[in-house]
């Protein structure tokens, strides 16, 4: 049995650039930073999140080859990797602090489905759904 996922890693095009974008615009804090040669280990957390690790990786050695790390990341610079999503209390403060902060919102806050949902990418292309926590 296991204790659960640990990490989940999304694809950066800059890894120091991700990393001021998640702790300086969305609050989280750095957990893992380590180099092994040219490859990095990059991790944050949300603050509320502890046992979570959201992995800030760049494509390329030694996982992937030239051409496949390059597809990757014109990939995600369309914005099509899966969302990602942000749990909030308040859907539209979180959007209009983001948007005072230059976040690239992709979808104002809409109430739906008994709540608020709105939409951003982060600076690689990364798509994400902030949905506000029912009451």
């Known amino acids: ?5 640990q990490v989940a890693g999304l694809y950066v095009r800059d890894q120091d650039e991700a990393l001021t974008f ?15 040669g040219d490859y990095r280990w990059l ?8 046992a979570f690790q959201l992995g800030l990786f760049t494509p390329g050695p030694p996982m992937h080859d ?15 990797m899966p969302p ?6 308040d859907c539209r403060d979180a959007c209009e602090r983001m948007k005072a902060q230059g976040v690239e919102i992709t979808q104002e806050p809409v109430e739906r489905y008994g709540t ?5 990418r982060d600076p690689s292309g990364n798509g994400w759904k902030m949905i506000q926590e029912r009451r």
């Open 1 to 5: 049995m296991s204790d659960g996922v």
């Open 116 to 120: 608020v949902d709105a939409g951003f």
């Open 66 to 80: 030239a051409a496949t790390a390059q597809a990757l990341k014109a990939l995600v610079a369309k914005g099509a």
């Open 43 to 50: 991790t944050v957390q949300h603050p509320d999140q502890p």
């Open 84 to 89: 990602l999503v942000l749990g909030v209390r």
């Open 22 to 36: 998640y702790v300086d615009k969305l609050g989280f804090r750095v957990h893992t930073d380590v180099k092994n």
